[in-house]
């Protein structure tokens, strides 16, 4: 069993976790995942490691609410236990010493640019970091990468707050700057990482995105997480996660998204019935 | 001894079997084994041969005659003591061997008639030291050496147990959360109940073996940290096979269209027989492709799962097929339908890029080639499409790349299998064996187990713990080295 050290709640839909995980921290690198099964029956749900401290021994979590079992996460409070924790998996971020690097994190993506952003600190890389949110209210983090970058844009799409736009708007305008760029990292939704390859891929700028293609086992055994690059299948959960963005058949990977669609909404209904069962005391 | 009255039976004694249209609905197991009568009966037919063929057709050497003299003359715990000295799993092994092509092959009883059931009887015995938990508890005196062992699928269990048994600490890393490799996550419980493999997973146990599970090696501890901060002084690789193969026609990105690997991890391993969180994401109508263990697995346990329609397609003929005919048996008694001799060409999928159909082209077998085997060829002009809303590839692995990527001087082949000392089964280097499906590529579970039994002798031999007297005592040390299976 693993123990939740710490919660915060970011937004309704948004949380971290710090997980006392001392042999997962030692052992991450920027770029690489975990996977949570929370109970026996339970899926393995992978999740990006958005920080570790290997002085303490933890490793730290970022989820956001998207169907049953991240919903069920969101009911466990700091001081609990889940079952199973599984990591660190997938290949490290490729962090090589660069002159410039523009970091692009859209949502959730965020996080898991924290860790890169510090690995490429440590080898003195300049770096930009842009960070878009929809609203005000969803937004996490901005100290602390702040502190790291030295250049942080954070874009909101309804200009609640820093500036109005998307990371897209802000890539063009960082890219059409003075300072050349030697390399883009992106990570968030498919939609956003897709939008900053087809920006790169003119400037010919080296461009990774980091993959969240379904995946069961997480070791490269099921090949549920397949993936298109430059007409070959490759494995996220072993290639990856960090792909070359413009080799990615991203229009593929969108529809392969939505190959549970049907059960993930069953599921999460069934889910909701059994809570509200449990909460009127008819079921244990 | 001469033994045996006038009659000796020329067919085996058939082995109960849940009834076909009853068993297509559940997980419970199909063969249901034999009544201590009825193993008796078939124990008889054995003539007990002082040379005995079959032997040599076990890739472990078991005493077959031996333990089926004991089972005749009802001492099980004597019987299912030569089977354990041999064979780690008899009553894994007595379900799942390839008996046919074996140890029963080779019988002597097979040239008049059938041969004896030589797996059934060992599934007997085995099922009863499971039941009995005549696991033995060995008080091996501690060396004070320690292995780590990477992978708990039969090569790995065999390691660890001849290990064990010699006073060696051993801990068992498992990538997974569940333990058994294949046995648990691959071959469904209606050939294999989970039951059999827990209580082999608790005999370990109580041979003293730690099993970490979750720990997946080359990724949260290298092999190199293992030998050298974590205190092992070896370390075994039975990682098992990999990735699963696609055959790169158009429309195999297609919503609906998984590897066997994929939909039994699902099942199985997810326990979504059991209807746990985990979606399986099949249909209705259900077309697996390859005709080996591994679909027909699939295959079945999609009806199971509920699918209305399953349909096998194989390019050449039943003939060729790599299943057990038991199983093949199984599945068309099941329901199942088999298109032999087609070849798909191309996966037709719908606007929300869901797979609605495959089109196939029909073979023909050519004349025979210097091999004498013919080969498949299309036949021009007959295409043809057959409706699916789900397609599952069965047409085997490639080597899983985690531990070669994270371990520098390892070698490997060029399919990324390891190389090994057929002897020994060590690595290219000192104090790193390996042996299974990492080695060989896929294969058997008495070949996994096998080879765990030789590496666990090159293991104890590189440690300076080999006991000379034990040689050639059928401890392992007489088993043939196994190279590459097929
Ligand atoms: C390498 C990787 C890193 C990830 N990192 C994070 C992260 O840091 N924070 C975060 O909130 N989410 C992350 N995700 C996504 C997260 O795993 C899914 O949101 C979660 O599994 C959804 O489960 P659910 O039951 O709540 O939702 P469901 O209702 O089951 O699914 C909602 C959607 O989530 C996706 N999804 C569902 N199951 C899986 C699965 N097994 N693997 C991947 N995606 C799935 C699908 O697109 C699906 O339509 C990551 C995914 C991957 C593969
Ligand atoms: C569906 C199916 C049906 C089959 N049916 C039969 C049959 O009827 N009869 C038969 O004889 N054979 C059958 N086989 C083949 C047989 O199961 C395998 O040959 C055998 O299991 C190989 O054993 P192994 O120990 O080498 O590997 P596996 O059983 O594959 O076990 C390897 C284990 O290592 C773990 N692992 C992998 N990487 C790591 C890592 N980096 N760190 C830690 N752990 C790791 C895996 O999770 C797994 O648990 C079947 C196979 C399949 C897939
Ligand atoms: S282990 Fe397999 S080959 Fe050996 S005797 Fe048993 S069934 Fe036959
Ligand atoms: S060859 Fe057949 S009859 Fe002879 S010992 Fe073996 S099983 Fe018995
Ligand atoms: S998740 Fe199974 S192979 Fe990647």
């Known amino acids: 069993m693993f123990l939740i050290l710490k919660k915060e709640v970011f937004a309704p839909d948004t949380f971290l976790w710090e997980v006392a995980a001392p042999e997962i921290a030692d052992a991450a690198e920027a770029g690489q995942f975990a996977m949570v099964r929370l109970k026996e029956g339970g899926e393995r749900i992978p999740l990006t490691i958005a920080d570790f401290d290997r002085e303490r021994g933890t490793v730290t979590l970022v989820v956001k609410v998207v169907g049953r079992s991240t919903e069920e996460m969101a009911t466990y409070s700091a001081g609990e236990r889940f079952l199973d924790f599984i990591g660190p998996l997938g290949a490290p971020t490729q962090v090589k010493g660069k002159n410039h690097i523009v970091l692009v994190g859209g949502g959730l993506g965020v996080a898991p640019l924290y860790p890169i952003l510090r690995s490429f600190k440590e080898l003195g890389s300049g770096t930009t970091t842009i960070l878009g949110f929809r609203t005000r209210n969803q937004i996490f983090w901005e100290e602390r990468f702040r502190l790291l970058s030295n250049q942080l844009l954070v874009m909101t799409e309804d200009g609640s707050y820093g500036r109005h736009g998307t990371t897209i708007d802000a890539l063009r305008f960082i890219l059409s700057g003075e300072v050349p760029v030697d390399e883009v990292m992106t990570v968030g939704p498919i939609g956003m990482m897709q939008a900053v390859a087809e920006v790169t891929r003119p400037l010919k700028i080296p461009t990774f995105a980091s993959m969240n293609s379904i995946m069961v086992d997480g070791i490269g055994m099921c090949g549920s997480c397949r993936i298109t690059v430059e007409g070959k299948v490759l494995f996220a959960c072993v290639d990856g996660p960090d792909m070359d963005a413009h080799k990615v058949d991203f229009e593929e990977l969108k529809v392969r998204q939505n190959r549970f669609k049907k059960e993930e909404i069953a599921s999460l209904k069934k889910y909701r019935g059994e809570c509200a069962l449990k909460k009127e005391g008819r079921i244990f | ?486």
């Open chain 2, 1 to 486: 001894m001469e033994r045996r009255s006038k009659t000796i039976l020329r067919q085996k004694v058939a082995m109960p079997e849940a009834p076909a249209l009853e068993r297509r609905n559940g997980f419970q197991e199909v063969s249901l084994g034999y009544t201590p009568e009825l193993a008796k009966v078939e124990a008889d037919r054995c003539l007990l041969c002082k040379k005995p063929l079959c032997v040599p057709g076990c890739p472990v050497a078991i005493d077959i005659p031996g333990f089926i003299r004991q089972l005749s003359d009802g001492n099980l715990p004597a019987a299912y003591e030569i089977l354990k000295r041999s064979n780690p799993l008899p009553a894994v092994c007595g379900r799942v061997c390839p008996q046919e092509t074996q140890c029963e092959v080779k019988c002597v009883m097979g040239r008049k008639g059938e041969p004896v059931a030589i797996g059934r009887l060992e599934r007997f015995v085995g099922d009863w030291g499971v039941a009995h938990g005549a696991a033995e508890e060995v008080e091996a005196r501690l060396t004070g050496k320690k292995v780590a062992i990477v992978g708990s699928g039969p090569a790995g269990i065999a390691c660890a147990q001849d290990l064990a048994r010699a006073g060696v600490a051993v801990t068992i890393y498992e990538a997974l959360h569940e333990v058994g490799g294949v046995l648990v996550y691959g071959i469904p419980p209606f050939r294999l109940p989970r039951k059999i493999v827990n209580q082999e997973i608790e005999g370990l146990k109580r041979l003293g073996v730690r099993i970490e599970r979750n720990k997946v090696i080359g990724k949260i501890f290298t092999i190199e940290q293992l030998l050298h901060t974590k205190g092992f002084d070896a370390v075994f690789i039975g990682t098992g096979a990999g990735l699963p193969k696609f055959m790169g026609i158009p429309g195999e990105h297609l919503n609906g269209v998984m590897s066997a690997n994929e939909f039994l991890t699902r099942v199985n391993l997810m326990h979504g027989y059991e209807k746990a969180d985990t979606p399986i994401g099949m249909g209705d109508s259900v077309i697996v492709i390859g005709a080996g263990n591994t679909a027909l697995d699939a295959a079945r346990t999609a009806l199971r799962m509920g699918a209305k329609e399953v349909t096998i397609v194989y390019r050449r003929t039943e003939k060729e097929s790599p299943a057990r005919l038991e199983e093949l048996r199984h599945a068309t008694e099941e329901g199942i339908q088999f298109c032999w001799l087609t070849q798909p060409v191309r996966l037709h999928g719908d606007v929300n890029g869901s797979v609605v159909a495959m089109e196939c082209l029909r073979m023909e077998l050519g004349e025979p080639d210097l091999s004498g085997r013919r080969s498949p060829r299309p036949v021009t002009g007959s295409e043809f499409r057959i409706q699916a809303d789900t397609v599952i590839y069965a047409l085997g692995t490639v080597a899983n790349p985690i531990i070669a990527r994270s371990t520098p001087c390892l070698k490997v082949n060029q399919q990324g299998y390891l190389e090994i000392d057929p002897q020994t089964q060590m690595t290219s280097i000192p104090g790193v064996f390996a042996g299974g499906d990492i080695v060989t590529g896929s294969a058997t579970v008495i070949l996994a187990l096998g080879a765990g039994r030789r590496a666990a002798q090159g293991i104890l031999q590189y440690l300076g713990l080999s006991r000379e007297e034990e040689r050639g005592e059928g401890h392992g040390l007489t088993m043939p080295a196994v190279s590459r299976a097929g």
